[in-house]
């Protein structure tokens, strides 16, 4: 079985990512909210199935073997939806996970999420949220990695990397990017680690290849 579920499918990321994923015939499921958004996965022959992180999800994780959490409340909604789903939508992603015995959990958080209270004020909820659902996963035991890219952009991709702040501009990375590394850590199952000692990659635009990054995390496992 190697099948990967994306939840919060029909965010920004994604998107990006479920197409990337279906372009390189990476076995995938988009988690979406309602029939509505259908159409557009549907269109690019993207399996889709039913789950709500503020709902009924279960349903969504029978015959995966990962997930990608990608979800994220957006910048329009208040600190009542980045509880239900920056946070104990995460939570439950990991606690399902557990239950149905996935291998791995890869979950986007932020780099602000190490310090909430240094952002700007409007963000602050969503980043202490992403610091809290960063610390349930490391304590839930199961396998994962954490991605924390910087400021997202809506620029082109053009899958280079860095982890190193100082290389990049303005601590920006394009959601193009993140897309194109998470689809890196999909495809390289042999990354992860439990607890404190599974991977956080810190993402940038810079100039190593998403390849050469990775190889970089595999000697280390």
Not at 51 to 62: I, K, S, T, V
Request: contains cysteine; glycine residues 10%.
């Amino acid at each position: 079985m190697r099948k990967t579920l994306i939840i919060g499918a029909n965010g920004k990321i994604g998107r990006q990512l479920c197409e990337k994923a279906q372009a390189a015939g990476e076995p995938i499921v988009a988690m979406i909210r309602s029939t509505d958004q259908q159409g557009w996965f549907h269109e690019r022959g993207i399996p889709t199935v039913m789950g709500d992180l503020e709902g009924e999800m279960r349903q969504a994780f029978y015959g995966c073997d990962q997930a990608v959490f990608v979800a994220g409340s957006g910048p329009h909604t208040g600190p009542d939806k980045t509880l239900t789903i920056d946070l104990h939508g995460a939570m439950r992603t990991a606690e399902l996970a557990a239950e149905f015995g996935l291998s791995r959990v890869i979950q986007v958080s932020s780099i602000r999420s190490e310090t909430p209270l240094a952002g700007p004020a409007a963000m602050r909820p969503y980043f202490a949220a992403k610091k809290a659902a960063d610390l349930c996963l490391a304590e839930s035991g199961l396998r994962h990695v954490i991605v924390k890219p910087g400021r997202l952009t809506e620029e082109a991709g053009n899958g280079k990397l860095t982890q190193d702040a100082e290389k990049s501009d303005e601590m920006q990375v394009s959601r193009a990017n993140v897309a194109e590394f998470l689809l890196g850590v999909m495809q390289a199952r042999e990354i992860g680690g439990r607890h404190r000692k599974a991977p956080v990659f810190t993402l940038f635009d810079g100039d190593q290849s998403v390849s050469s990054l990775l190889q970089d995390a595999a000697a280390t496992v």
